[in-house]
């Protein structure tokens, strides 16, 4: 952190960006898009982030926040919604390194919650209609049943943290993004959370975001599947929180069902990409039994 205090926000939202070994050119976005933002930026390093960058975006008046090593998204993610809520934002804006969201799109994001005040229930987040970049899969957010739409705005069961514009007053009545889960599943997680707690989730469908998750796409044609390829520590860790969050009281029954199906075929395609190696099969089993066990934390393989 900055040893002196920084100067009072120019916005109520600030900006912020996670960032874990960002190539050069990752860097250099970085740098561009704090250097054209009005608002604060507050960026979490988990690793990889270059002193000269670090001190630039310090210059500039953002924050450069780090932890101990690697703490994952869901400690990072926290550390940059208490760092804006201390620095006097009434919203903070969610990115991640790869995340390519312009000063005019998070106007937007502020507009749809400004548009929202005074719904019940209150929101917790909004945030852009996700779209695949090139040769990636974007994720998919379910319409939340029986709320209607509002302003425009499409209730969701979940959202990406990447582009998601979270209150923070909400933030802090439904509580942090789970550290222990550490990559994968937080933002479900505390999106259910939001709505079991007398909040709501809402995406905008009017402005975009493409999502650049993985390397490429598995798919399984014949069931009309696909899914990003990750590295296999991702995929545990995926498998691994998704079956703890079986026993969370607020993860609804329905999403429940819905992956009990989908789980196993997801990890048969993982498998089968790898080749069918018996060890990404152990792995993979692995996980889910860490679930089961409640076993969570950093991942197994995390570089």
Known sequence: MPETSPPPLPSPVAIGVTVFRPTPEQVAAL?????????????????????????????????????????????????????????G??????????????????????AAMARLRGSHPPPAVVGPRPEAAPG?????YPRRP??????????????????????????????????DFFIDGVDLEWCFR????GHACWMAPGTALPHRVGAGVIRLRALGIEMPRQPLFRMAAYLRNSVYAWRLPHVPRRWIMRQAAYLPLQALLV?????????????????????????????????
């Open 136 to 140: 990636r899969k974007a994720p998919a």
């Open 31 to 87: 740098l561009a898009r704090a250097a054209a933002e009005p608002r604060r930026t507050i960026v979490f390093d988990n690793g990889g982030l270059p002193p000269d960058a670090a001190a630039r975006l310090r210059a500039g008046g953002g924050l450069v926040l780090s932890g101990d090593g690697n703490i994952g998204v869901g400690g990072a993610l926290d550390a940059i919604a208490r760092a804006a809520a201390a620095a």
């Open 271 to 303: 498998w089968a990409d790898s080749g069918y190696r018996p060890a990404v099969a152990m792995r993979l089993a692995g996980a889910v039994i860490d679930g089961l066990r409640g076993r969570l934390g950093p991942p197994k393989g995390l570089s």
């Open 146 to 179: 029986g709320v209607p739409d509002r302003g425009g705005l499409v209730p969701v069961e979940f959202l990406a943290t990447s582009g998601s514009l979270v209150d923070l007053a909400a933030y802090a009545a439904i509580g942090p993004f789970r550290s």
């Open 194 to 197: 939001a709505w079991a707690r």
């Open 89 to 110: 934002a009434r919203q903070v804006l969610l990115l991640d390194q790869d995340a390519a969201f312009t000063p005019d799109q998070v106007s937007d994001l502020e």
